[in-house]
């Protein structure tokens, strides 16, 4: 059976994206250590699904290159038929759509956000594991 991991980072104050819904803040953190990668490397081979919110896929889009192209993608979003890219499959009803993912034999799924689709599934007890960095800065 697989499992869903929540890898994400979070201000002190508990938020993953600024009022405006955007991750610049994190460019904004000094990082104590370059070369440190916090197992980014680590749960990328571990993977082998990425699983994210239409909101958190459009800011993805806007960072130029796909970051994702050896991976199953899925997208959760309420208007799935309003979207086309033959890279990610488009999905609205995630509670079943997740249940045969579990079961499907993948070996880890990584939810990159957002927050209500992190709210929702830890709501129906789908994530594992969550590892969640803490950046020193306060947003809200």
Known sequence: MGEIILYIASSLDGF????????????S????DPEEDYGYQELFERVDTVLMGRKTYEQILGFG???YESKRCIVFTREP????DERVEFVDEPAAFLRNLL?????ATWLVGGSETASYLLKEG???HM????????LG
């Not at 079961?103 to 070996?107: C, E, I, K």
């Not at 590892?131 to 306060?138: A, K, R, S």
């Open 103 to 107: 079961d499907d034999g993948s070996a």
């Open 16 to 27: 993953i994206a600024s009022e405006d819904g955007s991750v610049d803040w994190l460019e």
């Open 29 to 32: 953190v000094e990082e104590p």
């Open 65 to 67: 290159e796909w970051p």
């Open 126 to 128: 789908l994530i594992r």
């Open 81 to 84: 038929l309003a979207y086309s």
């Open 131 to 138: 590892i969640i960095t803490m950046l020193p800065i306060v």
